[in-house]
């Protein structure tokens, strides 16, 4: 082979690898740049459905969570002092006193601790009899002074005798009991410890101890009756209310002393209990020492509050006002029965945690193992145009309801705010004028009789108005609750119109009112509800008067016509614009005109009236010209056509 031959030979050699390596580089380094593009891609993806998880997951559990705090609003409202459902995922709602939360427990006794010869023993902080008195002081010293247990006894019994209050038995009991058991009375003092653990499981000592503790103690030491015993331990610990942590550690210790079978469940309740209950007890602490980290509930405009997580399940924390006027109280929401299955909150950073974000303090979620771990694998192109597109009209939709849902929201907010202010200043209103002329009368500064029977009149006339707005309240809080019922009976119409028209004499003329009665004669009679019919006519008579303007005259004519029998109200004030009379009947709603600013109203007088009316089958029809006035007809189908 000569050298042209060689460099021919290597030329081509050179142009094959050149052929194949360039080509399988290029492919190669498409692969790695598409691979790397790819893993890119997947983490990117990863990291967004990450971010839309933890955005779907506030979304929910904010929502969850508002829900929870408008239904107790609601419970604290309408059910003052009911105890929460037991598969509520509320754990406790504690009320504020000067920056202090009370805790849950405190509240069930009101005792105090007598100092005796170095035995505790509980009295009543009040009503406590002198007898009572006198023979447990006597019976004390007998025991521990001069160390004569059968006269201990006797004057325990005789303190027994007097007792008028569960504190006062109980004390004698326990007493006695101690005192039969030194004598060497034995049989009667199981007996008297059996009576003490069966009355006296609620009556607490100056610990927040139930005295039935102290007997069952006995009852142990005396190794006998311990299935009594044993059940009022389980019964103590399943009754489902707030120890206190003494209470709590006492029905552990008598747990201990009891067989293993027995104990062992209660135990374990038991430990969850104390477990809560000092989480508590540090919750407390940690809001007296830094009352910064919850946001007080605004007065004025109210809205979503931030939830701080606390204790290592961990609860969820706020501060909820029932009303404006009301203090706050303290909720506490469990984390575990807010949120789906898998996923954890913890109140601390965590590895794998990220934060929940706004609305949330010291809040983090910690995700399932593998629960992203799908979303590094990138699908076709296709596929990811087809995914975008879904998403962003997912998310299109959602920002759609949830701008809808927040719209609504805040009209609700506003119109529960003015409703507050409203229902505060027409409860202002009939208070002060009580107030003045109690005062005038406290005072002698009436001046005559005469005038001391108007002063009357009018603080029992003011009283009624504030009865009426009160009840109105309470009625549509029943009927927002499906809770309102109607008795009825024979009702003649003329006889509920002439009644409210009689209820409502003296306040017509005390503001320059004349009220014309006028009937047809025909009496007409059906099944009705007579208060709830003349509740009726009364908010339409008080608005008659609201919205007279500067006339002095309304009109009340009742008959029969078009088989119905039918009571008009009319007035000749300022009237009602077209567009607003189709919602005049909607709870809260007010008409906004420069006429109407200056009289205060609760927007709820009409909504009553015709759920009161519709409950009868009946209807109520409104005619209205701006500046002529307004009639409203009250209308019932009388039997042949109901």
């Not at 408008?70 to 509320?90: F, K, W």
């Not at 303190?159 to 058991?181: D, K, W």
């Not at 006429?595 to 007088?605: F, Y």
């Amino acid at each position: 082979m000569n050298l042209a031959d060689h460099r021919r030979r290597s030329r081509r050699t050179g142009l094959l690898l050149a052929a194949i390596l360039i080509p399988t580089a290029v492919v190669i380094l498409l692969v790695f740049r598409v691979a790397r593009q790819e893993r890119e891609l997947g983490e990117r993806r990863a990291a967004d459905v990450r971010r839309e998880a933890l955005e779907q997951l506030r979304r929910e559990l904010t929502a969850r969570l508002q829900a929870l705090r408008l239904e107790e609003v609601n419970r604290l409202i309408g059910e003052s002092g009911t105890r929460l459902p037991p598969d509520s995922p509320i754990v406790f709602v504690a009320p504020m006193a000067q920056d202090t939360m009370v805790l849950p427990w405190e509240g069930r006794g009101a005792w105090t601790q007598l100092a005796t010869s170095g035995e505790q023993r509980v009295a009543s902080s009040e009503n406590t009899s002198a007898d009572f008195l006198r023979y447990q002081h006597e019976g004390e010293s007998l025991e521990f002074q001069r160390h004569d247990a059968a006269g201990a006894a006797a004057s325990y019994q005789r303190a027994l005798a007097t007792a008028r209050t569960p504190l006062e038995r109980c004390t004698a009991r326990i007493s006695l009991a101690r005192g039969y058991l030194k004598a060497g009375m034995t049989i009667q003092a199981e007996s008297t410890d059996r009576d003490t653990l069966a009355h006296c499981s609620d009556v607490l000592d100056a610990d927040g101890v139930p005295i039935a503790v102290y007997a069952a103690e006995r009852l142990l030491d005396g190794g006998r009756h311990h299935a009594s015993v044993a059940n009022y331990v389980v019964h103590a610990v399943n009754r489902g209310h707030w120890p206190s942590p003494n209470e709590a550690h006492a029905l552990e210790s008598l747990l201990r002393r009891m067989p293993g079978a027995v104990a062992a469940e209660p135990l374990r309740r038991l430990a969850v209990t104390i477990h809560d209950v000092e989480q508590v007890v540090a919750l407390a602490k940690d809001l007296q020492a830094h009352p910064e980290r919850l946001q007080r509930a605004s007065r004025t405009a109210p809205g979503d509050l931030p939830w701080m997580g606390y204790g290592d399940e961990p609860w969820l924390v706020t501060l909820v006002s029932p009303t404006s006027f009301a203090a706050p109280v303290v909720m506490a929401v469990s984390s575990r029965r807010s949120v789906p299955a898998g996923i954890t909150l913890r109140a601390a950073p965590a590895t794998a945690a990220v934060p929940m974000g706004d609305g949330f303090v010291n809040l983090y979620v910690q995700w399932p193992d593998g629960r992203f771990a799908e979303q590094a694998a990138g699908p076709a192109a296709a596929v990811y145009g087809a995914l975008l597109f879904v998403l962003l009209g997912a998310v299109l939709l959602s920002g759609y309801f949830l701008l809808r849902d927040v719209h609504r929201e805040s009209d609700t907010a506003l119109m529960r705010s003015s409703f507050v202010a409203s229902v505060s200043h027409e409860l202002k209103t009939p208070l002060t004028s009580i107030r003045a002329h109690a005062e005038t009368l406290l005072l002698g500064r009436a001046g005559n009789a005469a005038t001391t029977a108007e002063y009357l009149r009018t603080i029992m006339s003011e009283s009624e108005r504030l009865e009426r707005l009160v009840q109105s309240v309470l009625e549509f809080s029943r009927i927002e609750q499906g809770r309102k019922t109607y008795r009825m009976q024979a009702t003649g119409l003329e006889d509920v119109a002439r009644a409210a028209a009689r209820t409502m004499e003296y306040p017509l003329a005390q503001l320059g009112f004349t009220l014309t009665i006028a009937s047809d004669g025909t009496a007409p009679t059906f099944s009705g509800d007579p208060e709830a019919l003349t509740q009726a006519i009364l908010n339409l008579l008080s608005n008659a008067m609201k919205y007279s303007g500067g006339s002095r005259h309304i009109e009340m004519r009742i008959g029969t016509r078009d088989h119905e029998a039918f009571v008009d109200v009319v007035d000749h004030g300022i009237g009602i614009p077209r567009d607003d009379q189709s919602r005049i009947f909607e709870r809260f709603h007010r008409v906004q005109t420069a006429e109407t600013a200056g009289i205060a109203g609760a927007g709820l007088g009409l909504a009553l009236a015709l759920h009161a009316v519709e409950a009868h089958r009946g209807r109520i029809a409104v005619v209205s010209d701006v500046g002529r006035g307004s009639t409203f007809s009250v209308c019932i189908p009388l039997p042949a056509e109901a």
